[in-house]
């Protein structure tokens, strides 16, 4: 072989390792969650260990504070979780399959363990006296967040279709006192990179946006298509002219170093309107889900592709249905949503009822 012949060799080489080690950086994923429970209340400190035939050890994870947990990247495979945390049943899940490049949310419930009570009598030798108290720590006063009233949080959360040039003032930098932190919860403080050259000011509300890409990945990225997923709200306090300070108040998923910042616009809160007639010969079409998912369930939040220009309401009802025969055939009616946000051309809805899983793509007729 000619030495123009083994360096052809060894060029191709290089690229076929580095065009793998490239599509295998493209396929991470990842598995997180909320844990709560039997009131619905946040679990911190729950330890998660995660398993599969794949791995050569064990991942073992902990809940935050608002009990959410988010996995480090994981192959493609089929895995078992356990949750375990003193006082509590021990949950597990099995058969959680990730796909390549998916974010699968698995949230749980745990209980309060049965108590086996036990009294033993005995004499306790006396006990030593008590230390001598440390000197109390002065801590530095740092401004607190004001409340935010429970009727504009509950219209923070969702996804919705991003509308041309995104309307963000900023990004987050870091956590303001640990800056090797990626994964944000309630009550940490974050440096964002908008400050009062910007007119940021003290006591204002941003949320927190994460854009998306939905639908078909081969075209050009300038032909693509784009969602927006409002992760939560955070309120400045503390500013300066380059930068500020915000206190996350309230929590709809995770957020990490970059996401965007935007001003807080709160919408009056959602009155279901009447009923009315659904209107099955001119449906819209579900886009696509929370965090760009294909599935929904009661209680999640989805896009559809019709908006104010075909007559959609925040509050208004709406229809989802199948047709047999292609489409042409008889109506399946598997569940019901109410519109909570709309734009101009596209709308997202709350899941109320389902008889069947809730995907992309299926009908959604308005009732007028």
């Known amino acids: 072989m ?28 990842r598995m997180t969650g909320r844990i709560t429970d039997g009131s619905g209340g946040a679990l911190p400190g729950v330890t998660i260990t995660i398993t599969s ?31 375990v945390l003193a006082g509590f049943e021990t949950r597990t899940s099995a058969g959680v399959f990730v796909k390549p ?11 309060l363990a049965s108590v086996a009570e036990t009294v033993e009598v005995v004499a306790p030798a006396p006990p030593p006296p008590p230390p001598a108290p440390a000197p109390p720590i002065e801590l ?27 309307l963000a003032l900023g990004q987050i ?18 440096v964002i990179d908008v400050g009062t050259n910007l007119g940021v000011a003290m006591g204002q509300n941003f949320v ?26 955070i309120q400045v306090v503390e500013t300066s002219r380059e930068n500020s300070t915000a206190v996350v108040v309230y929590l709809c998923g995770e957020l990490y170093a970059g996401d965007l910042v935007e001003a807080f616009d709160a919408l009056p809160i959602v009155i279901t309107q009447d009923t009315g007639v659904a209107q099955f010969d001119s449906p819209a079409r579900i886009v696509f889900g929370e965090h760009g998912q294909i599935m929904g369930s009661p209680g999640r939040l989805m896009v559809i592709d019709k908006g104010l220009t075909w007559g959609a309401r925040r509050g208004g009802q709406i229809t ?26 596209t709308s997202t809805i709350r899941i109320e009822r389902a008889i069947d899983a809730i995907s992309v793509g299926d009908s959604v007729a308005l009732h007028r």
Do not use: W
């Open 173 to 190: 930098v870091a956590h303001r006192d640990d800056s090797k932190r990626q994964l944000y919860g309630n009550g940490d403080a974050l």
């Open 208 to 233: 927190v946006r994460r854009r998306f890409r939905f639908g078909d990945r081969d075209v050009p990225l300038k032909l693509a298509t784009f969602g927006e997923q409002t992760a939560g709200l």
């Open 101 to 111: 490049g998916e974010v699968v949310i698995v949230d749980q419930q745990m209980g």
């Open 53 to 83: 035939p794949r791995l050569s050890r064990t991942v073992t994870i902990v809940t935050d504070g608002a009990g959410r947990f988010l996995s480090p990247a994981l192959p493609s495979d089929t895995y078992g979780l356990t949750f």
């Open 140 to 166: 530095p006063k740092r401004a607190k967040p004001k409340a935010v009233p429970k009727e504009q949080l509950a219209t923070v959360c969702g996804p919705e279709q991003a509308a041309g040039p995104s």
């Open 320 to 345: 989802i249905f199948r047709r047999s025969l292609g489409g042409e055939g008889a109506i399946t009616n598997i569940g019901s949503a109410v519109i909570v946000a709309v734009n101009a051309d």
């Open 2 to 29: 000619t030495a123009f012949a083994r360096a052809l060799a060894f060029a191709t080489t290089v690229a076929f390792v580095i065009s793998i080690a490239a599509a295998a950086q493209e396929q991470v994923s």
